[in-house]
């Protein structure tokens, strides 16, 4: 952290370069995530709610990194349990 940076300022820094690292080691995931970004504010994926607790603030999930237009949508809970799920070796997307 620079003199100049506060600690949020540090940690926003942080995150952008871990998330640049992440990008660039998952070019189909990342090319999969833009893909639908730009459906979505083109207007030709209409986001849904949560398939599982119908919560409308939900984000889609891709099972399949090469068909980037086919999501389950997922609230922030619920996506992050899947991709727990997915971690600890739990079969289908």
């Known amino acids: 952290m620079s003199s ?3 600690p949020s300022e540090a940690q926003a820094k942080a995150k952008w370069h871990s998330q640049r690292a992440w ?3 998952h070019p189909k995931a ?3 995530h833009a893909a639908l970004r730009s459906a979505v ?3 030709l994926i209409i986001p849904e709610g949560c398939a599982v607790c119908g919560d409308p603030s939900a984000e889609g ?3 399949d990194y090469d068909k980037p ?3 389950r949508w997922l609230c922030r809970g619920h ?3 899947e991709h727990r799920r997915l ?3 739990g079969g289908d997307g």
Request: overall charge neutral.
């Open 23 to 25: 990008d660039a080691s």
């Open 41 to 43: 504010r083109r207007g």
């Open 79 to 81: 996506h992050q349990a």
């Open 30 to 32: 990342t090319w999969a």
């Open 4 to 6: 100049t940076d506060s």
């Open 61 to 63: 999930h891709h099972d």
């Open 69 to 71: 237009m086919q999501v």
């Open 87 to 89: 971690r600890q070796g």
